[in-house]
């Protein structure tokens, strides 16, 4: 009962705790450190030994595959040259450099243990620095360096460990530590690879969505363990398995089974994660009390602990600036690079494997402090000034109105395919199925055009068919509700009935907030695929006050317009009743539009469906 409480209290602490930091506007991770260091000291409160064995295989595991799941094989690919640098490298040159300052300062620790606390500071930690750099809007690219990163470096960081930790009990020879690592990261990437081939196998004959989210929850630790027992590395093989199922979700897995697993996944990722950094906090009180019966005066405890946590930043800084040269091909900006730098939050795996440290090693209670140290001072420094340190390199966060328009030609280009498909099928249709397929996917493919639009107020068609809608499901749902309490229609029944409501209106458009956040973009869209029509239709000045001319002459309204960039003719969208902008291309065979609309500046190829 107890434990029971315990585990009770913990959950509606860190509940509060993130619904607290939404309003304060603080990254959860930062406040529920304090929150834990607080509650540490609190009468009644009972002391938390955090174990390591429940950290690296309880916590890390689910942890690192819910991350790997929801990142992209593309985007990590595309910055693989930077995120082996820092997850290999930079592991490396941070655990030796903290070895010196902290051999230096403590004479008698000895090489061997002064290489372990090194290891155990090194890696920045997936979860405090994607969770800070997400809240605040950093870059893609950046964000995309900073999960990569903190998905491998725990490996290189925990098999350094284990070597150090081995010359602590008797030494080990320079032959076997390249070994080590070599055996760590290919046996890690060949039992992640088999784990999802298997997966993969048992996914294309699965089609239970409780089944196949059932077999997701057993991957990590099964990829962790099985790699672990022939000594590869457990994170390496997990964030593998993670990254090629996640990539190939789409393929091997069943619509329902993605959304559950991915709904699933979220759910244990925002629980472990918060719970996390509340037991982070709540070891302060025991390391303290352990550190009070330690050799060394305090004056030399706090040194050693400012030393390491200033040698941890230090490293980082300069070694993102010191290899900038190393990324020739796509270079990273040097405000990025330092921002990458800054975000070196450490987290619950540094904590975890300073336990790894044996008792018997010399001042291991002050090795512990020096792990807690960089792990809090990290992540309350570095967290809670990144913000500033954002906003004065001045360091744009993604354009929600640029994700708009690429959201919107994307569904563009998939509509075309699914009507090319749809007239390449024979069927016999006396209902007119065909047309209101058409009309559906054109409805879908509209919403995400008129998110775009300048209305001045006025309800596109798409925000007010979901406003309309959004109140008729109400008034369906009161009535299924209704018929449920009288208890003459199976129980079944009414779940699935209620279930399509429910489904239907998490489809509806995201409406007036979506609407607002991409209105507080530029909409002046960069990058991304081109086409000889793009290239030779440049933007121009649209006209002052345009006007579809054919809306004017028919009485129609038009909720967007298009100038034609071969004649300068000015349409009315897609969304409009008249789509004369399309009308006017099919006529014409002129490519290229351009948005009309005051403050957009983006182009699109009716020829090759590409957004400019």
Not at 67 to 74: D, F, K, N
Not at 401 to 407: K, N
Request: net charge negative; glycine share 8%; with cysteine.
């Amino acid at each position: 009962m107890e434990l029971a409480l315990l585990l009770v209290s913990m959950a509606a602490v860190v509940l509060a705790a993130t619904a607290v930091s939404e309003r304060l506007r603080v990254p959860a991770p930062l406040l529920l450190v304090v929150v834990g260091a607080a509650a540490a000291y609190v009468p009644g409160v009972p002391t938390i030994h955090l174990e390591s064995e429940v950290v690296l295989l309880g916590l890390l595991p689910p942890l690192l595959y819910a991350a790997a799941i929801q990142t992209s094989l593309v985007d990590f690919n595309a910055n693989r040259g930077t995120i082996l640098r820092l997850s290999v490298l930079l592991v490396l040159v941070t655990a030796f450099a903290v070895a010196v300052v902290v051999e230096w300062l403590v004479p008698d620790l000895g090489w061997a243990a002064a290489i372990a606390i090194g290891a155990v500071v090194a890696p920045p930690d997936a979860v405090a620095a994607t969770a800070v750099a997400r809240r605040i809007g950093l870059p893609r690219r950046v964000v995309t360096i900073l999960e990569g990163e903190s998905l491998l470096n725990d490996a290189t960081a925990l098999v350094t460990l284990r070597t150090a930790t081995a010359a602590l009990a008797g030494g080990v020879a320079a032959t076997q530590v390249g070994l080590d690592f070599v055996v760590a990261a290919g046996g890690g990437v060949l039992v992640g690879v088999a784990f999802f081939l298997l997966v993969a196998k048992l996914r294309h004959r699965i089609r239970d969505p409780l089944m196949d989210t059932a077999i997701s929850f057993l991957t990590p630790f099964a990829a962790f363990v099985a790699a672990e027992e022939i000594h590869a590395s457990g994170v390496i093989s997990v964030v593998v398995a993670g990254l090629l199922l996640g990539h190939k979700a789409p393929i091997i897995q069943t619509a329902q089974s993605r959304i559950t697993e991915r709904i699933t996944w979220r759910t244990v990722a925002f629980v472990l994660e918060n719970t996390v950094f509340l037991l982070i906090g709540l070891q302060l009180d025991w390391i303290l009390q352990d550190v009070h019966e330690s050799s060394l005066p305090n004056s030399r405890i706090a040194l050693v602990c400012l030393a390491t946590l200033l040698t941890v930043v230090v490293v980082r800084l300069v070694y993102m600036q010191a290899t900038g040269f190393l990324r020739r091909r796509d270079p990273l900006p040097a405000s990025w690079s330092f921002l990458i730098g800054w975000a070196g939050m450490r987290g619950v795996v540094t904590l975890a494997a300073a336990f790894v440290i044996p008792e018997d090693a010399p001042h291991r209670e002050v090795l512990l402090l020096v792990a807690f140290t960089v792990v809090a001072g990290t992540l309350l420094v570095q967290g809670l000034t990144l913000p500033l340190m954002t906003r004065l390199l001045d360091v744009p966060a993604p354009d929600p109105a640029e994700d708009a328009l690429a959201r919107a030609g994307l569904l563009q280009q998939a509509a075309d395919a699914g009507f090319k498909r749809l007239d390449e099928l024979e069927y016999v249709d006396h209902h007119g199925v065909a047309e209101q397929v058409r009309a559906r996917v054109d409805q879908r493919t509209f919403a995400a055009w008129e998110q775009l639009a300048t209305t001045d107020g006025e309800e596109t068609p798409s925000e007010l068919y979901a406003r309309i809608r959004g109140e008729m499901i109400e008034a369906e749902r009161a009535k299924v509700l209704l018929v449920r309490g009288k208890g003459k229609v199976p129980s079944e029944v009414v779940s699935q009935v209620l279930g399509m409501l429910d489904i239907e209106e998490s489809m509806l458009d995201a409406g007036s907030a979506a609407r607002a956040g991409v209105r507080s973009g530029s909409l002046a869209f960069a990058g991304g695929r081109t086409c000889d029509d793009l290239d030779e239709h440049p933007a121009i000045e649209t006209v002052d006050e345009p006007a579809c001319a054919t809306c004017l002459a028919d009485g129609t309204r038009w909720v967007s317009l298009r100038q034609c960039l071969t004649c300068g003719n000015v349409g009315c969208c897609d969304s409009s009743v008249g789509k004369h902008a399309t009308a006017h291309f099919h006529d014409s065979l002129h490519p290229v539009v351009e948005s009309a609309e005051p403050d957009e500046s983006w182009r699109w190829c009716y020829k090759h469906n590409l957004t400019g």
